[in-house]
C-alpha cells in the first residue's frame, strides 16, 4: 500500500456464530454464503481490503444490515475481526495491547455515532471536554479546548445545556465537536445524519464539508445514502452483504459500475453533478478555444459557461499543461442524458 | 424415580396420550392409598431410618465454622467480628444522631456530651427531601408520617428503626451493584449467580436468620446482616439489567474516548443506567422495610421490637400504633425513594449562582439543624415531643376489637368454625393422608408433560428432597394452608381484576388500593385478623389471602387489557356480546397472563405463610421458627429450604405451562 495510506485493512473477516473462527478456518478461510447458511453463522464483513488515504474522505456505502457498522468497529478495533489484518500509520492494530489501543484512541480517533451517543447526565461542556477528562486533562485547559471546539460548530451558548434539551441537529452537533475536541488523526462518522429528517441533513452536510476544508482530517463516513456518498466522498466503497464489492471515485463508480448492483445505485445520480471535464474531453482540435478549465472541474459547473460562450474550453492539469478539450455538444449530451447515455 | 405412579408402560394409542398416562397414574396412586396402610406402611410415612440428617450436617457445619476454622491469617470468628465492625461504627454514629444522642460513658452512668437531632428538624428534613424530590404535596405527606411518629409517642422506636435502614440500604445497595457489575463483566460470575439470587428470593428469611444469630450474635448488627442479604438480591437482577440497557453506542463511545475499563464503568456506564439503578435503590428500601420485623428477632429493637412484643402479649392498641407507625414510615420511605428515581433531568442554568442559591433546600435544611441545636439547650420540647402533647389511640383499638368480639363473637366464630370443619380441616386430611410416593410421582409426572424429563427430573428430585430429610407431613401443612389461601385469594382477585379491566375509574382506584397494600410490611396484616380471629390456622388463613391478593388482581387486568385490540374487533364483528367477548376470547388468550400471577400469589403466599408460624400454625414455617427460638442452623435452613423447593416446584411447572400456552396461542 502507498506511503500515504493512514488505515488499511487487509482480508479482514468478522463472522458471529458459535465458534467463528473454527468456522473459518473449516472452510480454508473462504466460506461461502451456503457454508454460512447451513452452519447458523452470519458473515457480517466478509474478506474486506481497503486502504483509506491521509486527508481524504473515504466513504462506506451500503444497504442497512450490509456490514458498515461492524466493519467501521473493526476498523477501530470497537470490534474484534475474526480474521485479518487492520494497519493505523503501519502498526497492526489487532496486535497492540490494551494499554496502547488506550492510548491511540485516546490521541488518533475521534468517532461519531448514529444516535449521538451523548451522555445523559453531562451538558453539552462536559460532554465535549469528557473525552479529555478521561486523559487525565485539567479542567480549565480541558473546558477551553471545549469552548472552542462548540464554537466551530456552532453551538455557542448552549454550553450548559443538556442533551435532552437540543434538538436532533444539535446533539449531532455536539456529537462533532466532542469528536473533534483531542484533534484526532482518524475520523469515523457511523451514519452521522441518518438519525435526522432531509433539511437538517443537508445543512449539517454543508457544515461537515465547511469543517473539513478547515481540518482536513482522514476521514471514514459510512452512509446508506448514495446521494450523501457522492456528495461529500474523495472515494466510495459499496458493500453489499459484507463484501465491498467496488471502490472508486465518485465518477468511477458513475462511469464504470462494476455490477448491476452498482449500476441500480447510480442510475438515478445526475451525471452532470459527478463527471469531471476529463471524463468528456476529447483529443486538442485546433479550433479557437473560448476559454480554459481544470480537469477535475464537475460537468455542471462549467455547463452554463460552456453553452454560453459557444466554442469549446481547453482542459489543463493542475500543472496548467493543456491536456485536453471540451465542446459544447459533449456537455448538452451529459445534462441531456437518457438512462445509461455516454 | 421408584415411585409407582409413572411406571405406566402403556403405549399410548388414542389421540391424547397425557390423558391415558394421567387416567393410569391417578389409578395407580388411588390403588395405593386404598391397599397401601397396610401393605406400604413406608409409602405413607417415611419412615425415620431412611431419613438423611442433612439439618444435623448443617449445624456441625456452622458450629466447626464458628469454632475450628482457620482462615490462615484469622479464624473465621475473627473474620464474622471485622464485618460486624464494619456495620457496626456507621450505625452508631447515625442511631447516636437520630436516637440516643452521643454519649461518653456507658449505661447509666453515660452523660450526653452532643444532642440527638431534634424531632423538629428530623420532620424539617425530611420534608425538605421531598420538596426538593418532587413536590410541597410530597413534603407535606412525608412530613405528616413523621409528625405521626412524634405525635403518638412512637418517635424513639422509629429513630432506631430509621437508623438501621440508613445503614442497612447503602450496604445493600452496594453489594447489590458489586455482584451485579461483576456478573455483567463476567458471563460465568452471571450463570454462577442466577441459581443462588433465585434460591435467595424463595428461602424464607427466617430460614437464614438462625445461622446469622449464631455466627454474630444477638445484636443489632445481626438484624442489619439479615436485612442487607435479605434486600440484596433484586439489586443485583436490577443492576446486571441497568448495565445492560446501556445503549451499545453509548459504551462505545466510552471506549473510542479512550477510557480505561474502570473509567467507562464509573463515567459513562454507571450514569447511563442511573434511572434504573434508582428502581433497585427503592426495592432495597421496600424490602429492608420488611425485615424490620423480622430482623426484631435477632435484635434490632425499635419499632419492630415494639410490633412483635405487642403481638405476642395480645396488646392489640401498642401492636396497632407500632404497626401503622412502620407503615408510615414505608410510605414515607417509599414516596421518597421513587420520587428521587423519578426526579426530572437537570436543565441547564440560566446564570451561574453562589452555592446557597444552587443548593437552597440543603443549606435550609442544615440552618434548621443548626438552630434547633442551639435551641435544644434552653428548650426541652426541642429534644423530644412533649409527653403531655402525646396522643394514643392504643384504648380506642383495644374497645373497638373488644365490641366487635363481644357483639359479632357468634358469627365471627361461627365462620371461622364452619370453614375450618367444612373445608379446612377435611382437606388438611386428605392432604396428609396421601402417600409421599404418589405424590413425588405425580409432581414428576407433571413436570415430563409440561417440560420434559429435564423438568421432571428437578420436580421430582426437589419433592423426594422434602421427604428425604423427614419433612413430609409439616410441607404437606403448608401445601395446604398455601393452596387454600392461594385459591380464595384467586376467587377474589380474578373477579375484581377483571371487573377493573373493563371500568376505568374502579381500574384507577383498584390501583391505588394495591400499590399502597404493596408497601405494607407483611407484619402488619397479621394483627387485624389475630384481634378478631385469635391465633390459629383460620386467622393465618386469612393473613396470606390478605397479602397475596394483589398480585392475582393485576395480573389479571393487565393479562386482560393486553388481548390484541383486532382480535376483540373481530369477535364483537362476529356478532358476540360483551359476556362472550370476554369468556370466549380475552379470558383464553389472557389465561397464560392469569396463570403468572396465580403463581406470583403462590410466591407471596409462601412467603407470609412463615412468618403466620407467630400465630400457631403447625407447618414448615413453625419449623423455621423453633428453630430460631432453638439456634439450631440445620433444622431452620433445612425447613427453609424445603419451602422453597415448594415455591420452586409450582414456579417451574406453572411457568412451563404458561410458556407452552403463550406460544401455542401465539402471544410471544
Ligand atoms: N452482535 C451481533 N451478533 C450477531 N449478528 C450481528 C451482530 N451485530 C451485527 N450482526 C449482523 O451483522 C450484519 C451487519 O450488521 P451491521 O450493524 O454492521 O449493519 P449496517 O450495515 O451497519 O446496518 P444499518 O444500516 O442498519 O446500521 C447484520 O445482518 C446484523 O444482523
Ligand atoms: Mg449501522
Redesign the pocket.
Same mark, same amino acid.
Given at each position: 500500500m502507498s506511503e500515504s495510506s493512514k488505515l488499511v485493512c487487509n482480508n479482514v473477516w468478522k463472522i458471529? *456464530?458459535e465458534n467463528p473462527a473454527g468456522f473459518l478456518s473449516r472452510h480454508n478461510n473462504a466460506p461461502t454464503t451456503n457454508n454460512m447458511a447451513e452452519e447458523g453463522y452470519?458473515g457480517?464483513?466478509r474478506d474486506v481490503s481497503l486502504s483509506v488515504a491521509e486527508g481524504e474522505i473515504f466513504v462506506i456505502m *451500503? @444497504?442497512?444490515?450490509? *456490514?458498515?457498522?461492524? @466493519?467501521v468497529?473493526c476498523m477501530s478495533r470497537l470490534i474484534e475481526p475474526t480474521a485479518g489484518e487492520v494497519l493505523f500509520e503501519g502498526r497492526d492494530l489487532l496486535k497492540t495491547g490494551v494499554k496502547e489501543l488506550i492510548e491511540i484512541r485516546r490521541h488518533k480517533m475521534g468517532m461519531v455515532f448514529?444516535h449521538f451517543a451523548l451522555l445523559p447526565h453531562l451538558t453539552v461542556l462536559g460532554n465535549v471536554a469528557f473525552p479529555l477528562e478521561v486523559q487525565g486533562v485539567g479542567r480549565q485547559t480541558r473546558e477551553a479546548r471545549a469552548r472552542e471546539v462548540i464554537e466551530l460548530v456552532g453551538l455557542v451558548g448552549r454550553e450548559g445545556y443538556y442533551p435532552r434539551e437540543l434538538s436532533g441537529g444539535q446533539q449531532q452537533r455536539v456529537g462533532i465537536a466532542r469528536s473533534l475536541a483531542v484533534k484526532p488523526e482518524i475520523w469515523f462518522l457511523?451514519?452521522p445524519f441518518?438519525a435526522l429528517d432531509p433539511l437538517i441533513r443537508r445543512e449539517m452536510q454543508d457544515e461537515f464539508m465547511r469543517l473539513q476544508n478547515v481540518l482536513h482530517k482522514t476521514i471514514v463516513f459510512?452512509t446508506?445514502d448514495f446521494d450523501e456518498a457522492i456528495r461529500l466522498a474523495d472515494r466510495i466503497a459499496i458493500?453489499n452483504g *459484507?463484501e465491498i464489492i467496488q471502490t472508486g471515485t465518485p465518477e468511477e463508480l458513475v462511469l464504470n459500475p462494476a455490477t448491476d448492483y452498482v449500476a441500480e445505485f447510480t442510475r438515478g445520480i445526475p451525471r452532470a453533478k459527478v463527471l469531471s471535464a476529463g471524463a468528456i474531453m476529447g483529443p486538442v482540435s485546433g479550433a479557437t478555444v473560448a476559454g480554459q478549465v481544470l480537469v477535475t472541474t464537475k460537468i455542471g459547473d462549467l455547463a452554463a459557461d460552456i453553452v454560453n460562450a459557444g466554442a469549446p474550453f481547453s482542459v489543463v492539469n493542475k500543472g496548467g499543461a493543456i491536456v485536453g478539450e471540451v465542446t459544447r455538444d459533449a456537455v448538452l449530451a451529459v445534462l441531456v442524458e437518457k438512462e445509461g447515455g455516454l | 424415580m421408584n415411585s409407582p405412579a409413572i411406571v405406566s408402560g402403556h403405549r399410548p394409542i388414542s389421540v391424547n396420550p397425557w390423558l391415558i398416562i394421567w387416567v393410569v397414574a391417578l389409578g395407580l396412586a388411588v390403588v395405593v392409598s386404598l391397599i397401601g396402610k397396610e401393605n406400604l406402611p413406608w409409602a405413607f410415612k417415611f419412615p425415620r431410618e431412611w431419613v438423611i440428617p442433612i439439618s444435623v450436617w448443617i449445624s456441625d457445619f456452622v458450629k466447626w465454622l464458628l469454632n475450628e476454622f482457620d482462615l490462615g491469617l484469622f479464624t473465621f470468628r475473627e473474620l464474622t467480628r471485622s464485618i460486624a465492625w464494619v456495620i457496626e461504627q456507621p450505625y452508631w454514629l447515625v442511631r447516636s444522631l437520630l436516637s440516643t444522642g452521643f454519649l461518653k460513658g456507658q449505661g447509666s452512668d453515660a452523660v450526653e456530651i452532643f444532642p440527638r437531632l431534634s424531632w423538629l428538624a428530623v420532620i424539617s428534613v425530611v420534608s425538605l427531601m421531598g420538596l426538593y424530590a418532587k413536590d410541597w404535596k410530597l413534603a407535606l405527606l412525608v412530613g405528616l408520617c413523621f409528625l405521626y411518629l412524634a405525635v403518638f409517642g412512637q418517635w424513639d422506636s422509629a429513630m432506631v428503626t430509621l437508623s438501621s435502614i440508613i445503614i442497612a440500604v447503602p450496604f445493600g445497595v452496594a453489594g447489590g451493584l458489586a455482584l451485579g457489575i461483576a456478573g455483567f463483566r463476567s458471563r460465568r460470575f452471571e450463570l454462577a449467580i442466577r441459581p443462588v439470587l433465585d434460591l435467595m428470593q424463595t428461602v424464607p428469611v427466617f430460614a437464614y436468620l438462625v445461622p446469622i444469630l449464631i455466627l454474630f450474635g444477638f445484636s443489632p448488627v445481626s438484624a442489619m446482616i439479615a436485612t442487607i442479604i435479605y434486600a440484596m438480591p433484586p439489586m443485583v437482577r436490577i443492576t446486571l439489567l441497568a448495565l445492560k440497557q446501556v445503549p451499545s453506542e453509548i459504551t462505545e463511545f466510552g471506549s473510542m474516548a479512550g477510557c480505561s475499563p474502570r473509567q467507562l464503568l464509573w463515567k459513562v456506564q454507571i450514569p447511563a443506567a442511573k434511572s434504573t439503578l434508582m428502581v433497585g435503590v427503592n426495592q432495597v428500601v421496600m424490602l429492608s422495610l420488611n425485615m424490620v420485623i423480622i430482623a426484631s428477632m435477632i435484635g434490632a429493637g425499635g419499632l419492630g421490637f415494639d410490633v412483635l412484643n405487642a403481638l405476642k402479649r395480645l396488646k392489640i392498641g401498642e401492636g396497632v400504633e407500632a404497626g401503622l407507625a412502620i407503615t408510615l414510615l414505608a410510605i414515607a420511605l417509599d414516596r421518597l425513594s421513587q420520587a428521587y428515581a423519578r426526579r426530572p433531568p437537570p436543565v441547564h442554568e440560566v446564570t451561574s449562582h453562589g452555592f446557597i442559591r444552587r443548593n437552597p433546600h440543603l443549606c435550609l435544611a442544615f440552618a434548621i439543624i443548626a438552630v434547633t441545636w442551639a435551641a435544644g439547650a434552653g428548650m426541652t420540647v426541642m429534644n423530644a415531643y412533649p409527653e403531655t402533647l402525646q396522643l394514643t389511640t392504643g384504648a380506642f383499638w383495644g374497645d373497638l376489637v373488644r365490641s366487635i368480639n363481644i357483639n359479632y363473637f357468634d358469627q365471627l366464630d361461627g365462620f371461622k368454625n364452619f370453614l375450618l370443619l367444612n373445608i379446612m380441616i377435611p382437606f388438611k386430611r386428605f392432604l396428609l393422608g396421601l402417600p409421599w410416593v404418589a405424590v413425588v410421582g405425580l409432581v414428576a409426572l407433571g413436570g415430563w408433560q409440561l417440560g420434559g424429563w429435564r423438568l421432571a427430573l428437578l420436580t421430582g428430585a426437589l419433592a423426594l428432597f422434602i421427604a428425604v430429610v423427614g419433612q413430609w407431613p409439616k410441607s404437606m401443612v403448608t401445601v395446604y394452608l398455601c393452596g387454600l389461601s392461594v385459591l380464595i385469594a384467586c376467587a377474589i382477585g380474578i373477579p375484581i381484576g377483571i371487573a377493573a379491566s373493563r371500568n376505568e375509574r374502579l381500574n384507577r382506584i383498584v390501583q391505588a388500593a394495591i400499590d399502597t397494600l404493596q408497601t405494607l410490611p407483611s407484619f402488619v396484616y397479621l394483627m387485624p385478623v389475630v384481634m378478631l380471629f385469635r391465633v390459629g390456622d383460620f386467622a393465618a388463613m386469612l393473613a396470606v389471602i390478605a397479602y397475596a391478593l394483589a398480585p392475582a388482581i393485576r395480573y389479571t387486568n393487565h393479562g386482560l387489557r393486553q388481548v390484541p385490540p383486532h382480535l376483540i374487533e373481530a369477535a364483537r364483528a362476529a356478532g358476540c356480546t360483551r359476556r362472550q367477548v370476554l369468556w370466549k376470547v380475552q379470558m383464553p388468550l389472557a389465561l397464560p397472563e392469569i396463570m403468572l400471577g396465580i403463581n406470583q400469589t403462590i410466591m407471596m403466599a409462601l412467603s407470609m405463610l412463615v412468618i403466620t408460624a407467630l400465630v400457631g400454625t403447625r407447618d414448615l414455617g413453625q419449623e423455621v421458627y423453633i428453630a430460631l427460638t432453638k439456634a439450631d442452623s440445620g433444622r431452620g435452613i433445612v425447613a427453609g429450604v424445603c419451602v422453597a423447593f415448594i415455591a420452586i416446584i409450582s414456579d417451574r411447572l406453572i411457568n412451563a405451562w404458561s410458556t407452552r400456552r403463550k406460544a401455542e396461542l401465539g402471544l410471544e
Open positions: 458471529f *456464530g452470519i457480517a464483513v *451500503g @444497504l442497512s444490515g450490509c *456490514g458498515k457498522s461492524t @466493519l468497529r448514529q457511523d451514519e441518518s459510512i446508506h458493500m *459484507g | -
